[in-house]
Every structure is written in structure tokens, then in C-alpha cells.
């Protein structure tokens, strides 16, 4: 890729990665057929999809963004480990798995490498509601005959450890209350298809989740429409900012990314909200800002490789504080490596604005990582070769199409 710009015309958000692969974890719970719309084209839904074909649910496509899983019934509590190394959220079925067949055995999941992400939240609450849990270096062994309703308090509001807990209470005899819940739209998400389902879950959206425990068997397939993808609008929003241009990023839901939309303006973005989306206009040269990751809705750490990105050529000097994951500035030495002026200081990152980026190849380590080097390749003079693109592909559905559609010049080889 070559140094682009300005970008023009129109680009659609798919549906996102971080609720679909939650929602496809949730068929375990009952039996029937589940149909998903706005399903992104991403390598992590079918990875999702082989995981849960090894348990026995049967999925299909029934067309470009809409696909169909079906639960018989005849469910393998066992998670084989060559599908739960691939990505993270296979943690997911555990929730679903031990509420719904009384144990689960699953592998430590994979996914993205950017430090470590225990699970002891998970653990800690599906234990308040009875669950036996026996760890290993291996594998995690849950089983319980029944769960119960619990009061659970988390010491952090983790998305993971939320999910979890949620779809253990959905047929926990009793209610379950989690406070201080992840609030995340992803969550949300999987709330509206599981009370569809049949789930009675008050405190949608909030920090203070209230689930009444339904009988085994009483919830059902549903159709359901995956939210659009937030981290893939702020990408896009981004690249207009570090390209230039006006762009029309249709199905951005402003709503889901106040915050993010907050700092794009304060460098200096134009953001204009429409009946579909947003409109993005970018200035002649971003105003370098500091911003620290938070829980939501404070700035997700999916955001921060994107803003450190248009901070790398934004005029001054802004200072970056990550609060979630002490490893996830890997990245940094290979924007680094396009000319990047950015000094870490712990958890902390100090980025010097650069007059421009300069092309040269470059490593993704990983999927948001990697999409903020794309974003930084469009604003760098010469040629930008990115590897390991594999990442990429596991979160975006064709983000070279997408650009490419804008007017960059990118291209997949």
C-alpha cells in the first residue's frame, strides 16, 4: 500500500465481532434454530463455528452475512483443544455448557497475545452459584448438578467474566444479581437475543444485571440481528482522519461510541451524525490529545492502537495510559519502524507528532494492531507492506475492499 488520500464516497459497517461470536456461543442453550444476520465475514466465525460443531451444534450459511446453527440436542461437554486455542472467545461456551449440561471440560483459550487475561472472575462467580471448578496447566474441568441464583459482585467489569456468569443464571434455580457488570453494547446484544429466547433478564444496559433463573428446556431458537461493529466504524473514522477526505460510514451507531467520537473531535474530526451513520471529515493536520483506556464507556482498549496511530502524525505531543492490558503495546515498535516518534514509559506511551510516516514493512501482531497499521500505512510517503495479515482478517470483514472502495490504494497480495 501507497500513501493515500483523500478518501470519498461510502462505506458500510458489518456486524461486530466481539457480540456474534458471544451470540453464536449462546445457542448452547437451547435446542432449535438459531438464525444470525449482519454476521461479519471474519475468520473468527468460523473458527466459532468449527468449536461449536465439534459440540454439536450444526451451523450453515444461508447467505453473505446470515447463518444458521442448529442445536439437536446431542451436545459434547468436551471442547477439543485445536478449536479452543484459536481465539478467545471460546471461554464463552463454558457459561451455556455448565448450566445447561451440568459440566464442561475446556482447553485455556486462545486468541490475540497482547498479556495476560485470567479468567479468575469467571471462576470466582460460577463458583457463588455452585459450580465445582478444578484447574490445570491443561484444561479448565466445571461441573455442577445444579447451579443457583448468587449474589456476585465484580472487583472489575470484565466483559468476559459478565458473559459467563449471565448465561450460567439463565437456568440457575433462583436470581442471580451481578453488580458492577460490563455495560458494553456487545452485552447488551446478547441480553435482547437471550430474553427473546425466553431468559428473564432485568437491568439491560446497565451496571446491575438481575437474571430469574428459567426452567431447563423452556427457551427457544430466535432470529436475530447482530449490532453493527464499533471498533470498525472508529477504524474507518480513523482512516478518514489520517488520509483525509468525506466519508459516509453507514451503520456507525454514534450511541455506542461517545466517548471515542468525544477524542476524534478533539483532534480536530469532523463528525456529523445522519440518518444511517456518520459523516467524517478530516482537518488539514490532527491536534495530537492524551487519553487513557477504561472500561466502557470510557475508551476501549480495541480503540486505543487507532488513536495512537493518528497521534504518531498529529501536531504536539500526547500521552497514551493503558489501565486493561499492561502487554498491549507490542505494536508500538512497528509503527515505530514507519517513522513514528513514540516513547513507553510502563503503561504509559509518549507520542511526539511526526510531519509524516515513511512506508517500509511492517508486522501485525494482532487484530486491532494490525488494522491500525493499515490505517498508518495510508498516511505514510512510499510503500507500506504489512505480514502476518492473518489477524486482520480474524476481526474485519475485507477491510481492503472497504478501503479500497474509499479511493485507497491498498491492495491484498
Known amino acids: 500500500?501507497?500513501?493515500?488520500?483523500?478518501?470519498?464516497?461510502?462505506?458500510?459497517?458489518?456486524?461486530?465481532?466481539?457480540?456474534?461470536?458471544?451470540?453464536?456461543?449462546?445457542?448452547?442453550?437451547?435446542?432449535?434454530?438459531?438464525?444470525?444476520?449482519?454476521?461479519?465475514?471474519?475468520?473468527?466465525?468460523?473458527?466459532?463455528?468449527?468449536?461449536?460443531?465439534?459440540?454439536?451444534?450444526?451451523?450453515?450459511?444461508?447467505?453473505?452475512?446470515?447463518?444458521?446453527?442448529?442445536n439437536s440436542g446431542n451436545i459434547s461437554t468436551e471442547a477439543p483443544f485445536e478449536n479452543?486455542?484459536?481465539?478467545?472467545?471460546?471461554?464463552?461456551?463454558?457459561?451455556?455448557?455448565?448450566?445447561?449440561?451440568?459440566?464442561?471440560?475446556?482447553?485455556?483459550?486462545?486468541?490475540?497475545?497482547?498479556?495476560?487475561?485470567?479468567?479468575?472472575?469467571?471462576?470466582?462467580?460460577?463458583?457463588?452459584?455452585?459450580?465445582?471448578?478444578?484447574?490445570?496447566?491443561?484444561?479448565?474441568?466445571?461441573?455442577?448438578?445444579?447451579?443457583?441464583?448468587?449474589?456476585?459482585?465484580?472487583?472489575f467489569a470484565s466483559v468476559g467474566a459478565t458473559e459467563n456468569i449471565l448465561t450460567a443464571a439463565i437456568y440457575a434455580k433462583g436470581t442471580t444479581v451481578i453488580d458492577n457488570a460490563a455495560r458494553e453494547?456487545?452485552?447488551?446484544?446478547?441480553?435482547?437475543?437471550?430474553?427473546?429466547?425466553?431468559a428473564q433478564i432485568e437491568g439491560i444496559g446497565t451496571s446491575r444485571l438481575v437474571i430469574h433463573g428459567s426452567k431447563k428446556g423452556s427457551l427457544r431458537g430466535v432470529r436475530h440481528a447482530v449490532i453493527n461493529d464499533r471498533v470498525q466504524a472508529a477504524t474507518y473514522i480513523a482512516a478518514v482522519a489520517?488520509?483525509?477526505?468525506?466519508?459516509?460510514?453507514?451503520?456507525?451507531?454514534?450511541?455506542?461510541?461517545?466517548?471515542?467520537?468525544?477524542?476524534?473531535?478533539?483532534?480536530?474530526?469532523?463528525?456529523?451524525?445522519?440518518?444511517?451513520?456518520?459523516?467524517?471529515?478530516?482537518?488539514?493536520?490532527?491536534?495530537a490529545i492524551d487519553f487513557a483506556t477504561l472500561p466502557y464507556p470510557g475508551i476501549a482498549t480495541d480503540y486505543k492502537p487507532l488513536l495512537v496511530a493518528m497521534n504518531s502524525i498529529s501536531s504536539g505531543v500526547g500521552i497514551v495510559?493503558?489501565?486493561?492490558?499492561?502487554g498491549r503495546f507490542r505494536y508500538i515498535e512497528e509503527l515505530c519502524k514507519l517513522g513514528a516518534d513514540i516513547r513507553i514509559d510502563g503503561h504509559h506511551a509518549v507520542i511526539k507528532g511526526v510531519d509524516h510516516l515513511i512506508g517500509t514493512a511492517v508486522t501485525a501482531p494482532d487484530i486491532r494492531a494490525g488494522a491500525a497499521l493499515v490505517v498508518a500505512g495510508l498516511a505514510a510517503h512510499g510503500e507500506t507492506v504489512i505480514s502476518e495479515i492473518h489477524h486482520i482478517d480474524r476481526g474485519y470483514d475485507d477491510l481492503v475492499g472497504r478501503l479500497s472502495g474509499l479511493g485507497a490504494d491498498v491492495t491484498r497480495v
Open 321 to 326: 495510559t493503558e489501565n486493561l492490558f499492561p
Open 1 to 70: 500500500m501507497r500513501r493515500s488520500g483523500p478518501l470519498s464516497g461510502n462505506v458500510q459497517v458489518p456486524g461486530a465481532k466481539n457480540s456474534v461470536l458471544k451470540l453464536m456461543a449462546a445457542t448452547l442453550l437451547a435446542e432449535g434454530e438459531f438464525v444470525l444476520t449482519n454476521v461479519p465475514a471474519i475468520a473468527d466465525v468460523e473458527t466459532m463455528s468449527e468449536l461449536l460443531g465439534a459440540l454439536g451444534v450444526k451451523s450453515k450459511w444461508l447467505g453473505p452475512h446470515e447463518i444458521s446453527l442448529t
Open 84 to 155: 479452543v486455542d484459536k481465539i478467545r472467545a471460546s471461554i464463552n461456551v463454558l457459561g451455556p455448557l455448565l448450566t445447561h449440561y451440568g459440566q464442561a471440560l475446556i482447553n485455556w483459550p486462545g486468541g490475540d497475545d497482547f498479556g495476560g487475561r485470567p479468567i479468575d472472575l469467571h471462576i470466582s462467580g460460577l463458583e457463588k452459584m455452585g459450580a465445582t471448578i478444578e484447574q490445570n496447566l491443561l484444561n479448565i474441568n466445571a461441573y455442577a448438578k445444579e447451579l443457583h441464583g448468587a449474589e456476585i459482585e465484580l472487583s
Open 185 to 198: 453494547p456487545e452485552i447488551g446484544d446478547l441480553c435482547n437475543m437471550l430474553v427473546a429466547m425466553g
Open 242 to 287: 489520517i488520509a483525509g477526505g468525506d466519508v459516509q460510514v453507514r451503520g456507525a451507531r454514534p450511541e455506542h461510541m461517545e466517548m471515542v467520537i468525544n477524542k476524534y473531535t478533539q483532534m480536530g474530526v469532523s463528525i456529523y451524525p445522519q440518518r444511517d451513520g456518520l459523516r467524517v471529515t478530516a482537518p488539514e493536520r490532527l491536534s
